[in-house]
């Protein structure tokens, strides 16, 4: 077994929700220790709204998106856990925080207080407008940065239809932050040098989804999109019905070659020499007619069979996947994509970003209970007195959901 | 040697369309040396599909590749033909990386694949970005973006109940797996600063794309759950989108402990009876608190709301035009956007770096022309004299 690319590596996860989750756990995928910091008077939304049986262990979404990693409790506003975090900060290479960059300010665990205890310390802040400006205190969630960012223009049935969120502003953005952690971590290996890395979520959002929709607005004062699910160019693409309740599928013709086999598909064989749908400029004039005789074709199919028989023809397709299908999918067995977590039996978890020749990632545990690390980190790791190990109170335990 | 974190990398870019270009426009902005490579006479498809600067098309106006394209270089290269082969293994003697993203058997009916390129370079990372991945039953399917969006559970998730599922506007599927690429190439320099061994990296469009739904998809797992279209009513409320007096503003009850402080916004104190203190609660009754929410929204002009929201720490935003998100006084205070001049078309605004690093800048360099680095990367890397380069050309190997 080779060795993993961030064995050695301890990250302090100082997420709350999911976007600054993605990279730390990435980095565990890949071998680092993972320690996140909770305040388990406010824990994070993802551990949900109970505090009934334990509930707040037991989401499977928590277990994904914070598998690998440790759970270490602090109050970082009592003395003691501050001075704890910060020997946990000397020994640790990066810390990944969503913050308002004032937050870490006022907490005392801000770049330049981090840098004292571990010069070569590396900072990602990846709040939600960046450090500086008017706005950088501003609170964001996804609903917020997806339409200030005019992202959410480029998505509507129709040119002046109803303006759709997509999926998701936390992952492109947590995406990105993990870019971010790859950079820093690359140029410490090979330099030494920590450093500070100031993402603002809305401008990552903008960089990776929409530079070219803003580009053509600059260039041209124009908007190609939306165009609901139409292609800007090629034609017929659209999502048509299939056999079943909310069953789809969806094609894209890019040549006139796909289209001849379309048409012999869908039992439209006299189409193919029919003036009217001669070249794609053509077909986008008729595509209501096209559509329709789509339809009449792929309803009689289930969304799998359609697209196998469009991609055995040559032709661009997909069947629109739930989690059921996803979970079932023969591609995805075949791939090994789903799989388990060493402590977490034989439940399967969504698997690896990526895979590589030189050794893949590991799931070793799924998400960690609240201040399952507590003993590991602040005994083992810090020498701490036994009484000096956050013990849990459950009296003082409370969710994010939680009115003030 | 460069200030920049990747100034000692060198990358041969075989990557066309979206998903490999966008991940080798972000190392070349952080300093890499990314050799693009394109087919002689028309280069990279993305350079023929529109839009198009003015309209107007041209190889050098497309404006996806304009943008997708940043701080590389670009050479032509028939990679069909014997001696193309043999240039580009010379090329990857001298390179750290290579990053392509053809269909996953083309390399190696070229005698291009990794197996091939690792015996001349052992220490090179190669990165291969597919719609499915490099094995498995639908290994060689065709997609466009719309399919890929569909096959990784997105799209079930994505506009009206009522409706057909809708494709996301930006090409959401591609670009996740451009950062996992990067990530991973990233991850596996990593590595290879420890062990001295190149490798090879697989990277799945759909696989990439399914992390966007990897809480949904977890729960189908572990519970059963099966996720729907909401139309966008969201699990939180109020969370979402309503008509105001010049537009929409989003209606954010986060953070969620900080609800109550929109008295100070909404003069409408049915909106805050102790029945609604919940967020979870007001969720099942969402129809009758919309009853009394939508009317107090409607009376607001959207920006006066965002930063009244704002100002009691509520993460409301107002919908943004394109014009308007250009001119967002956030993105004008921290410089996001850069100017950059191109011999063809001129001088133009573009989003600058996805994020600042204090010790080692993004560099901000427009998108090469056609072939316009034959010269040096021939010339100065190869040691071609002008002659060769130039009897090539003639040939249609370059």
Known sequence: MSEQPFAGIRVLDFAHEWAASIGPRLLGDLGAEVIRVEYARRMCVIRGARLGRKMYNRHPRWHQVNRNKRSLTLDLRQERDLDAFMDLVRISDIMVSNSRPHVLEKLGIAYDDLKRVRPDIILVLMSAFGTGGPWSGFAGFGGTIEPLSGLQQLTAYSRQGKRYRTREMDVCNGLMGTCAIMTALLHRQRTGEGQFVDLSQTETATHSLMGEHLLEYVMNREQTLPLGNRHSYFAPQGCYPCRGDDRWVTLTVQSEKQWQALCGLMGRPQWVDDERFAGRSRRRRYHDLIDEAIAAWSRELSHYQAMHLLQGAGIPSGAVLDGRDLQQDEHLAARDYFMTAGDAGDLLFPGLLFRSSGGDGRIFRRGPDLGEGNEYVLRDLLGRPEDEVSRLDEKEIGTGYDPE | ?398
Not at chain 2, 63 to 92: A, H
Not at chain 2, 219 to 233: M, Y
Not at chain 2, 234 to 240: D, G
Not at chain 2, 269 to 297: G, N, T
């Open chain 2, 1 to 398: 040697m460069s200030d920049t974190a990747l100034g000692h990398i060198r990358v041969i870019d075989l990557s066309h369309h979206v998903a490999g270009p966008y991940c080798t426009k972000l190392l070349a902005g952080f300093g890499a040396e990314v050799i693009k490579v394109e087919r002689p006479g028309t280069g990279d498809p993305m350079r023929s599909l529109g839009p198009f600067h003015q309209g107007r098309k041209d190889l050098e106006r497309s404006i996806p590749f304009l943008w997708l394209n940043t701080g590389k270089q670009s050479i032509t290269l028939d990679l069909k033909s014997e001696k193309g082969q043999e240039i580009i293994r010379r090329l990857v003697q001298e390179a750290d990386v290579v990053v392509e993203n053809f269909s996953p058997r083309v390399l190696s009916s070229l005698g291009l694949a990794y197996d091939d390129l690792r015996t001349i370079n052992p220490a090179l990372v190669m990165a291969s970005i597919s719609n499915y991945g490099q094995d498995g039953p639908y290994r060689d399917y065709r997609a466009d973006e719309i399919s890929l969006y569909a096959m990784s559970g997105l799209m079930n998730e994505t506009g009206d109940p009522e409706r057909e599922p809708l494709r996301a506007g930006p090409d959401l599927a591609q670009y996740s797996a451009a950062m996992c690429a990067y990530a991973a190439i990233l991850s596996a320099l990593h590595r290879r600063q420890a062990t001295g061994r190149g490798e090879h990296l697989d990277i799945s469009i759909q696989e990439a794309a399914l992390v966007n739904i990897e809480m949904g998809l977890v729960e189908t797992l572990q519970l059963g759950q099966v996720r729907k279209r909401t139309g966008d009513r969201h699990s939180m409320m109020p969370w979402q989108h309503y008509e105001c007096a010049d537009g929409e503003v989003a209606v954010i009850s986060g953070p969620i402990r900080h609800w109550r402080r929109a008295r100070k916004i909404f003069d409408e104190p049915r909106l805050f009876q102790s029945k609604y203190d919940h967020c979870l609660v007001r969720r099942f009754l969402r129809d009758e608190y919309e009853e009394i929410l939508v009317p107090c929204v409607k009376q607001y002009r959207k920006k006066d709301l965002f930063y009244a929201g704002q100002e009691q720490g509520l993460a409301f935003a107002y919908l943004a035009t394109l014009e308007e998100a250009l001119e967002l006084p956030q993105h004008r205070a921290r410089e996001f956007f850069t100017e950059m001049d191109h011999p063809v078309v001129g001088r133009h605004r573009y989003c600058g770096a996805p994020f600042r690093m204090s010790a080692t800048p993004w560099r901000s360099q427009r998108a090469p022309l056609l072939a316009e680095h034959n010269a040096e990367v021939y010339g100065r890397l190869l040691g071609f004299t002008e002659e060769e380069i130039q009897a090539m050309e003639e040939e249609g190997i370059f």
